[in-house]
């Protein structure tokens, strides 16, 4: 893929958007997982519900350095991504520019949320029961499971 110098990067949804163009834009950062899927220079149109969203369909905890993901976890990660923009544009009926202002606060009702929200006041991951956890990344709410998607070294802060 040509890098232009417009800063903005690939739309998840555009079939050029591999698992190895993913793995491409991955490679080598040091920031944490979750502000870089949000940075719009990386990838378009990521939302703060989207990724934590797509970081729990993964298992991945949202502060791993971007670069430390094994070529299996950037393919989950790639495929979650899919997953809950199509789910969300389902449920809104709308056009993918309505996902590209980054910010992605408002609807927590366009589509079948299972971790954004719930972090705040503990409730149960539907995948494993254990109370979901609400921490700030980068600036952003960040909502997560502690079990689902466990840090690569075991420091809990
Ligand atoms: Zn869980």
Redesign the pocket.
């Known amino acids: 893929m040509t890098q232009l110098d417009g800063r903005i990067g690939p739309e998840p949804l555009n079939p050029a958007f591999s698992s190895s163009a993913l793995a491409n834009l991955l490679v080598g950062r040091r920031g944490k997982l979750k502000s870089v899927l949000l940075d719009q220079a990386v990838i378009a149109g990521l939302g703060n519900i989207y990724v934590d969203e797509a970081l729990h369909r993964a298992g991945l905890h949202p502060e791993r350095p971007a670069g430390t993901l094994a070529p299996e976890e950037v393919r989950r990660l790639h495929r979650a991504i899919r997953a809950v923009l199509r789910e969300g544009l389902a449920n809104r009926g709308t056009t993918f520019s309505s996902f590209q202002n980054g910010r992605g606060e408002a609807g927590d009702n366009l589509m079948n949320l299972r971790v954004y929200g719930r972090g705040r006041t503990g409730e149960p ?1 539907l ?2 029961g ?1 109370p979901l956890r609400l921490a700030t990344v980068g600036g952003r709410s960040t909502h997560y ?1 502690s ?2 998607q466990p840090a690569v070294r075991d420091s809990s802060s």
Do not use: I, N, V
Request: charged fraction near 15%.
């Open positions: 991951c995948s494993c254990q499971c079990r689902c």
